[in-house]
């Protein structure tokens, strides 16, 4: 009774108050402290009367109802940790990132709630597997799920190492993100560093981290890591024509992170197509084009092909709009126009400045070129279309003829076939 006032009243109160808790998360962890303080009542009384009941008894293990409830307290607190590290401590150190404009959460409001519930998911299952191997110890039992001969030796795998293995692998995860999201998020605001040279970065982190960390939850699954790596050999001398194509964009997809000539937001055309890199993977990168589709490319295309990278290294790239006006039309009024309209379009940045040029004497017009800078990557094509708008306007009123294709058709002996 003097550990739960100690705790309810005194350390959850501090607690509370430090994390700013509200009210609702505060009932849920007091009822969550109640029953195991009555647990722990009971099984105090029981021992100090030395009084227990056996359940089962075998030439292994021994259970009472002493052990049922060191179970159900393992579980409460599974349940308590739960919820102070994933619903109350994590909860709020996500908000403080979010007003501090951490730029690797993303999304705003959202994207930052999808960071929490995915960080929540892996506190939850971490705590779950660490109960489960407790009570497996606690209850002093294993389920066998194969055992048998594997070779010349022999091999069996346990409830106890897929628990062991799947602790690893979410270790690795938390690792990942506290790596990510509390070391590299701060380092990467004070350098000012771009988003795709931190994705590209964290990528390879994830990578690593996952590699070594399967190669450990290999070990205690009992695979014998130097037989994977002989068989992986023959396998790849094996299905690597097959795969050639698979292992190209593999590698080329390393590569793109650490060269970094494409990254992530940069504007890229490939073989005709514009659009934004949004996501670098193992295989394949997506690119999201200007009427909002995502295309799946494959990152040997990044690697071998001509890509012109729009915004590497800046986020301004310079276009062009042509036009063609009449023969004997004022060029210097012409060239003149083009610059005013370029000029006051909103979305053309003033510095470097716009200008203008004769480009052709061409068949029946005098060609024009009018080049602008800006960073408006996605609606460029409708910055193009104001321009050409506003430029026939003007034209109009200034009396500037933009020609159009003429053909002059002469027929020999006219007279003679209309005479007939």
Request: glycine share 8%; hydrophobic share 50%; with cysteine.
């Amino acid at each position: 009774m003097a550990l739960d006032w100690l705790i309810m009243f005194w350390l959850l109160r501090k607690l509370f108050r430090r994390f700013n808790v509200e009210q609702v998360r505060r009932r849920q962890v007091r009822r969550r402290f109640q029953p195991l303080f009555l647990y722990l009542i009971v099984l105090t009384w029981m021992w100090t009367c030395k009084v227990d009941y056996t359940l089962y008894q075998d030439k292994i293990r021994w259970i009472g109802i002493s052990t049922l409830i060191q179970g159900l307290m393992l579980w409460q607190i599974a349940f308590i940790v739960d919820l102070i590290l994933g619903r109350v401590i994590l909860r709020n150190f996500f908000q403080a990132q979010g007003n501090l404009k951490n730029p690797i959460l993303g999304g705003g409001s959202s994207g930052l709630q999808r960071t929490l519930s995915t960080s929540n998911r892996y506190i939850k299952y971490a705590v779950y597997v660490v109960t489960l191997m407790a009570m497996l110890s606690l209850f002093q039992t294993d389920f066998t799920f194969f055992e048998g001969k594997v070779g010349k030796g022999s091999y069996a795998l346990r409830i106890s190492n897929v628990l062991i293995a799947s602790l690893v692998i979410l270790t690795a995860q938390l690792l990942i993100w506290l790596i990510i999201h509390l070391f590299l998020a701060n380092f990467y605001r004070r350098r000012s560093i771009n988003i795709g040279s931190q994705f590209a970065f964290n990528q390879l982190v994830n990578y690593l981290i996952y590699f070594i960390a399967g190669m450990i939850a290999l070990h205690f699954v009992g695979v014998n890591i130097t037989v994977i790596a002989g068989g992986a050999v023959a396998l790849l001398v094996g299905v690597g024509i097959g795969l050639q194509q698979t292992f190209n964009d593999f590698f080329s997809g390393i590569l793109l992170l650490f060269e970094r000539s494409v990254e992530v937001g940069d504007w890229v055309e490939i073989d005709g197509l514009v659009g934004k890199v949004r996501r670098i993977g193992p295989r394949t990168s997506v690119v999201q084009t200007r009427d909002n589709r995502s295309v799946i490319v494959p990152n040997s295309r990044l690697v071998i092909n001509n890509v012109t990278n729009w915004s590497h290294g800046d986020d301004v790239a310079r276009f062009t709009v042509a036009v063609g006006v009449a023969y004997g039309s004022d060029t210097q009024l012409v060239k003149q126009i083009l610059v005013d309209v370029a000029k006051n379009h909103p979305k053309v940045l003033p510095t470097p400045e716009v200008n203008a040029r004769m480009v052709l004497f061409g068949t029946s017009s005098l060609d024009f070129e009018v080049y602008f800078w800006s960073n408006e990557f996605m609606g460029i094509e409708d910055v193009k279309s104001d321009i050409r708008f506003e430029i026939d306007r003007v034209f109009r009123e200034h009396k500037i003829e933009i020609p159009f294709t003429q053909t002059d058709v002469w027929i020999r002996n006219w007279e003679t076939l209309k005479g007939r």
